[in-house]
């Protein structure tokens, strides 16, 4: 027993082809330690991404040594990857200047004009690094703006090293060098489908940036005539109120209602948006909800949108947009969500009581699609 203990090391160790497969392994399992343990990319990012890559490179090296050959096909592949994205995309294909503007004491907004030739999808995000806090670190990030603008807006919140010094650096710096490349993502809802005619979306805190897009989306192809729509709703749920003053309304209406696709075209000078039919209700509300409030908390912000104090009951607001979609012959309703886990938790079940029993009585179902984030 002890001699075959004895013989371990320098099994591993002796003869150079081993000594390589034993170092090969090591990175391996070091890659493998800090990408399955969230603290890791969450709380340490730095030091993630400074093993990470070393790690990554000891492998490739390593294995040719042991004599794997294959694997400088998936080195090969992988360089050629970051070519194409940090160096194509990321320096040459889109321009790299971009405005920072500290819209809250710890929420950065991010704009730059949108380049020519790049297109995205409502709810997409991009993966981007600045220069001055670290070129390497490549961070991805939600898309705030709606495709149709000509302008594309990132809200960055403080919440690690990075973000902390993009907060540090947007307090003195109005204009800096992005590198950017993406656009990245897809819902796992078709929200283009015509069957989803009213849409639901739940955010908390930051997470309103892709709500804030899709929703921007939606509305911009009613007024184009491209889309029906029966009712959109936004649920926003948040600890204060400086983000969503910062954010401001979708529309300059805050209560407005969707014009009828299938009904014959009006003509008229006022906005598409207030075309409104007798028969739908106000159909784009927007609910902000302040967890944390005080007696001095207002009851509406200046530009009229309305605060209600608390969290947001998510089934009973599923099941008036039930109530609504049986009366409008609606059977399927899209919930998009983005937040922290217990609010995307809360949606879940709103969403699984809510859509029991649909197809077996022709009720409503719910279908969803769910984004967390971690502080």
Same mark, same amino acid.
């Given at each position: 027993? &002890?001699?075959?203990?004895?013989?371990? *090391?320098?099994?591993?160790?002796?003869?150079?082809?081993?000594l390589w497969g034993s170092?090969?392994?090591?990175?391996?399992?070091?890659?493998?330690?800090?990408? +399955?343990? *969230?603290?890791?990319?969450?709380?340490?990012?730095?030091?993630?991404?400074?093993?990470?890559?070393?790690?990554?490179?000891?492998?490739?090296?390593?294995?040719?040594?042991?004599?794997?050959?294959?694997?400088?096909?998936?080195?090969?592949?992988?360089?050629? &990857?970051?070519?194409?994205?940090?160096?194509?995309?990321?320096?040459?294909?889109?321009?790299?200047?971009?405005?920072?503007?500290?819209?809250?004491?710890?929420?950065?907004?991010?704009?730059?004009?949108?380049?020519?030739?790049?297109?995205?999808?409502?709810?997409?995000?991009?993966?981007?690094?600045?220069?001055?806090?670290?070129?390497?670190?490549?961070? *991805? +990030?939600?898309?705030?703006?709606?495709?149709?603008?000509?302008?594309?807006?990132?809200?960055?919140?403080?919440?690690?090293?990075?973000?902390?010094?993009?907060?540090?650096?947007?307090?003195?710096?109005?204009?800096?060098?992005?590198?950017?490349?993406?656009?990245?993502?897809?819902?796992?809802?078709?929200?283009?489908?015509?069957?989803?005619?009213?849409?639901?979306?739940?955010?908390?805190?930051?997470?309103?940036?892709?709500?804030?897009?899709?929703?921007?989306?939606?509305?911009?192809?009613?007024? /184009?005539?491209?889309?029906?729509?029966?009712?959109?709703?936004?649920?926003?749920?948040?600890? &204060?109120?400086?983000?969503?003053?910062?954010?401001? *309304?979708?529309?300059?209406?805050?209560?407005?209602?969707?014009?009828?696709?299938?009904?014959?075209?009006?003509?008229?000078?006022?906005p598409v948006q207030e075309?409104?039919?007798?028969?739908?209700?106000?159909?784009?509300?927007?609910?902000?909800?302040? /967890?944390?409030?005080?007696?001095?908390?207002?009851?509406?912000?200046?530009?009229?949108?309305?605060?209600?104090?608390?969290?947001?009951?998510?089934?009973?607001?599923?099941?008036?947009?039930? &109530?609504?979609?049986?009366?409008?012959?609606?059977?399927?309703?899209?919930?998009?969500?983005?937040?922290?886990?217990?609010?995307?938790?809360?949606?879940?079940?709103?969403?699984?009581? /809510?859509?029991?029993?649909?197809?077996?009585?022709?009720?409503?179902?719910?279908?969803?699609?769910?984004?967390?984030?971690?502080?």
């Amino acid at each position: 027993g &002890d001699s075959t203990i004895q013989e371990i *090391p320098e099994f591993l160790f002796g003869e150079a082809q081993n000594l390589w497969g034993s170092l090969m392994a090591v990175s391996m399992v070091f890659l493998v330690i800090t990408s +399955i343990f *969230p603290i890791f990319r969450r709380q340490l990012f730095e030091l993630w991404l400074a093993i990470h890559i070393p790690a990554a490179i000891c492998v490739v090296v390593f294995g040719y040594l042991h004599e794997v050959t294959s694997i400088l096909f998936i080195g090969g592949w992988w360089v050629v &990857d970051l070519l194409m994205r940090y160096l194509v995309m990321a320096n040459c294909r889109y321009p790299r200047q971009a405005k920072l503007e500290l819209v809250t004491r710890d929420v950065v907004k991010v704009s730059f004009q949108k380049p020519s030739g790049f297109s995205y999808n409502a709810g997409q995000f991009v993966q981007i690094a600045f220069p001055e806090i670290g070129c390497l670190e490549f961070h *991805p +990030i939600t898309i705030s703006s709606a495709p149709h603008e000509s302008e594309i807006t990132l809200h960055i919140k403080a919440s690690g090293g990075w973000s902390h010094r993009l907060v540090t650096l947007a307090s003195t710096t109005k204009e800096v060098t992005a590198m950017m490349e993406g656009p990245y993502g897809s819902s796992s809802v078709d929200m283009d489908a015509e069957r989803y005619q009213m849409v639901l979306l739940v955010c908390g805190g930051i997470g309103v940036t892709p709500c804030n897009s899709i929703a921007k989306s939606l509305i911009h192809n009613v007024e /184009t005539r491209t889309r029906s729509m029966k009712q959109i709703q936004l649920v926003w749920s948040v600890r &204060d109120l400086d983000l969503v003053t910062a954010m401001g *309304p979708l529309s300059n209406a805050l209560e407005i209602e969707l014009e009828d696709m299938s009904s014959p075209r009006r003509e008229s000078n006022r906005p598409v948006q207030e075309q409104a039919l007798e028969t739908l209700p106000r159909s784009l509300k927007t609910s902000i909800y302040l /967890t944390k409030s005080s007696e001095s908390t207002p009851n509406s912000l200046p530009d009229g949108r309305k605060i209600i104090k608390g969290r947001p009951n998510l089934y009973r607001i599923m099941e008036e947009m039930r &109530d609504y979609a049986l009366a409008n012959h609606v059977s399927h309703v899209v919930v998009f969500g983005c937040g922290p886990t217990a609010l995307i938790d809360d949606m879940k079940s709103a969403c699984r009581k /809510t859509s029991r029993g649909a197809l077996d009585c022709g009720g409503v179902k719910f279908d969803m699609h769910e984004e967390i984030f971690h502080f």
